[in-house]
């Protein structure tokens, strides 16, 4: 699954679905599901369809779930000469779901002309800041910034992902249950989007503690993106490290340490692993050295003590390079050659 807001860690159901898909189970159709959806509660509906493109998707039948969301979306189309708040809401929904599942079968073009159609739905009430609205809007621009960066249109998705990330902030605030989970994957977005990594760490510097503020008190949903998000941070560290440009690389592999010990607190072979990648950067940064050198000696214990014999090896092999790197060549050759 392509990185689209129905992964199930984008924003895991909070509701319970069951009686929503019992009503719409015995429905006759079209008009009959509109009206389960128009008179449930939002979070219920959206939940529900959200879900089932997610286990549709699962199930190997993206093309169904294509043809039922485009169906729903005319049939809305067909019944609603004016629609209300609960109405806008829910067919903004249906297109918004749609756009991700066009997305993912990887059709860009008609994923675009669907996610102009939501945003036209979306601004035919832009004073609306309810968390309908806002969900809706959040998710919608976060699977637009993702099909704006793989056509390499960088500027746009940019804006957009940073739109999202400022919207699901806002929810977070008020429910952060529901909305940390997306919050975070929309920082997540961001080190896919930005081409200038200075931008990136800077919009990433910014939401950090914001972030980190919730990640403690919130479901697994939360926890599993602050885990991908350390991923992706990591993975840019990485990217930084081989390119010779250490300084950035320990600021990306620190930031990624903060979201990793916030979810995992027991110390794990992923922590190990990230720690030596942060050690073996600040070693290559002169006025980090010692403190690189420190890390790595004490992540050499950590790794006896979780019998990680791999990682102990290459903290060894690591030391002593940096030893051998430390040998001032200049001096020795003028004590065995002097002038």
Known sequence: MKSISLEPVFMPPTTDVGPLRSRI????????????????????????????????????????????????????????????????SVHAA?????????????????AAVTAARALNLLAQQPRRKDPPFLQV??????????????RGEYKQAEREIEKSIKIFERLAKTDAARYAAPHVMALNGATAVYRNRVKQAELLAHYQAAT????????????????????????????????????????????AMKYLTKVETDFT?????????????????????????????????????????????????????AKSRSLDILSLWHKFFPK
């Open 25 to 88: 189970k015995k429905s006759r159709g079209g008009i009959e599901i509109i009206k389960a959806l128009e008179e449930s509660p939002f979070d219920i509906s959206y939940d529900h369809m959200r879900t089932l493109a997610a286990e549709s998707m699962e199930k190997g039948e993206l093309d169904k779930a294509v043809t039922a969301f485009t169906e729903l979306s005319s049939k809305i189309d067909e019944i609603t000469e004016q629609e209300t708040d609960n109405t806008l």
């Open 137 to 150: 809007l959040g998710a919608l621009l976060y699977d637009v910034a993702h099909l704006h960066s793989e």
């Open 269 to 321: 072979l992923r922590q190990l692993r990230l720690s030596i990648a942060l050690g073996e950067s600040m070693i290559s940064v002169a006025a980090m050295r010692d403190k690189g050198v420190h890390l790595l000696n004490t992540m050499l214990h950590k790794a006896t003590k979780i019998n990680a014999s791999d990682e102990h090896r290459r903290i060894v092999d690591i030391l002593f390079n």
């Open 212 to 255: 980190s503020s919730y990640l403690m008190m919130v479901n697994s949903g939360a926890e599993e993106a602050a885990a991908r998000l350390a991923e992706s941070l990591t993975n840019e560290g990485d990217t930084l490290a081989r390119m010779g440009r250490h300084r950035e690389a320990v600021q990306y592999y620190t930031r």
């Open 94 to 110: 249906v297109m918004q779901v749609l756009t991700a599942l066009l997305i993912e079968r990887g059709d860009t073009d008609g």
